[in-house]
């Protein structure tokens, strides 16, 4: 036998609210509106909508403006037949909000305790085709501010080259900025900044500098670094159009310990291999430390060196690592002539196309 329930109705056509009278029939069930019958429809594709005042709402799967509300408490024979009501989503509804909150609360810890403690192991499983993806996203053509003269590059590609074993997937550029820095970032992308440029005394301190930098690429410190500085939504969930602020926070991202120590052996080994002296190296930390510690720098020259040893804490131990590993009776050679030295020192003077200075807009 049929059972009968009053109801109101939209029928997905019209806006005419209908007084309508529920009539089930096993499964399925039939609207009554005065003298005429809609359906059958099928209990199974009901949905939950929410309340409507005191009425249960419920719509019907493939018809957007479809509504059948019942009024009051739903009868209990009904029951059965409509869907769970949903207060807070799928899962949370069947677990309930107390062990849901637990739940969230768990996997939210796992996530930081990721986040903060394993960038070692999660750094090498992000795949290079998406380190490059955010490097571009991210760093572009650095604002315009990428210095290019034909015979100043390829001063630097003969500098990269005989540091870097197989250089082809590196990109190193001379950013026209007056800071004394040197950044690694991700898509193996080193920038050395013109300040640094232009300070060194010898094209084999930037050797060292550059050496360092790469060591921190093909060491996989720079995706380490990211997601401890940043986290992974950057990786996971892109830059939601901040992509200045994430570029910035990553020019500022410092490495641990153990990370600068493995850049510097790395930097040796190269050094060593490209038969170039490390005390050039040795040398730029001395005059570093020096210039950073009087008291009577230029407040501009003051803001340029902490540029640099905010992000590569000196230390007499390093320049005596540097110092200390020249070998007696080698026969070290300049990494470039004079010539190239002095196109490569001077590319960004002589481009006259590069922008200058920081402030960036990444948008």
């Known amino acids: 036998m049929p059972t009968f329930f009053d109801a109101w109705h939209f029928d997905g056509k019209s806006a005419v609210r209908r007084k309508v009278e529920v009539q089930t029939v096993g499964n399925q069930f039939y609207l009554a509106e005065l003298e005429r019958r809609h359906g059958p429809f099928a209990f199974a594709d009901l949905e939950y909508a929410g309340e409507q005042g005191d009425a249960s709402v419920y719509k019907m799967g493939g018809n957007d403006g479809w509504r059948l509300g019942l009024v009051g408490n739903v009868p209990t024979e009904l029951v059965p037949h409509l869907p769970a009501k949903k ?35 999660l750094a090498p499983l992000i795949p290079a085709s998406v380190e490059t993806k955010i490097g571009d996203a991210l760093i572009g053509d650095f604002g315009g501010r990428f210095c290019s003269t034909p015979k100043g590059k390829a001063a630097l ?30 898509g193996r992308k080193v920038i050395l900044f013109n300040g640094l440029v232009s300070q060194a005394k010898s094209p084999d301190e930037v050797a060292g500098v550059l050496a360092h930098e790469i060591g921190h690429v093909r060491e996989k410190h720079v995706m380490q670094g990211m997601l401890r500085q ?39 080994k190269a050094l060593k291999s490209a038969s170039v002296s490390p005390i050039a190296t040795a040398d730029f930390f001395r005059r570093l430390s020096a210039m950073d510690g009087s008291a009577q720098m230029r407040e501009g020259k003051e803001r340029a060196m902490a540029s640099y040893t905010s992000s590569h804490p000196l230390s ?11 070998i007696k009776g080698k026969a070290y050679r300049p990494i470039l002539s004079s010539d190239e030295w002095t196109e490569l020192k001077t590319m960004c003077a002589q481009d006259r196309k590069v922008k200058s200075g920081w402030g960036f807009d990444f948008e």
């Open 87 to 121: 207060t807070y989503g799928g899962w949370i509804d069947r677990l309930g909000i107390g062990p849901a909150s637990a739940v969230f609360a768990i996997v939210s810890a796992a996530v930081v305790a990721v986040v903060l403690f394993s960038p070692q192991w």
């Open 157 to 186: 590609a003969k500098l990269t080259n005989a540091l870097d074993a197989d250089p082809r997937d590196l990109q190193v550029e001379v950013a026209n900025i007056d800071m004394i820095n040197a950044v690694a970032l991700p």
């Open 230 to 268: 940043m986290g992974l939504a950057v990786v996971l969930g892109g830059f939601d159009g901040n992509g200045g602020s994430t570029l910035n926070g990553l020019l500022s991202t410092t490495y641990t310990r153990e990370s600068e120590r493995e850049a510097d052996d790395h930097s040796l």
């Open 316 to 326: 007499d131990e390093r320049r005596k690592l540097f110092e200390n590993s020249v």
